[in-house]
């Protein structure tokens, strides 16, 4: 299939050879990411919607 190439501003390196261990903490920390902004975005929208009331 070959190399796939992504466009970007600036020449980078993006490596495509992770580990097991490697891909499962990424995915973590990918998990924990999200939860922050969730919480954080359900949190801010809750109060838009009291000041609307």
Known sequence: MG???IETRYPVHWSTRFTEQEAA???SAANR???VITKT???FLQF???QIQ
């Open 3 to 5: 190399d796939i190439e």
């Open 25 to 27: 903490i990424a995915k």
């Open 33 to 35: 990411v999200r939860q």
């Open 41 to 43: 975005l359900s949190s």
């Open 48 to 50: 838009e919607q009291e």
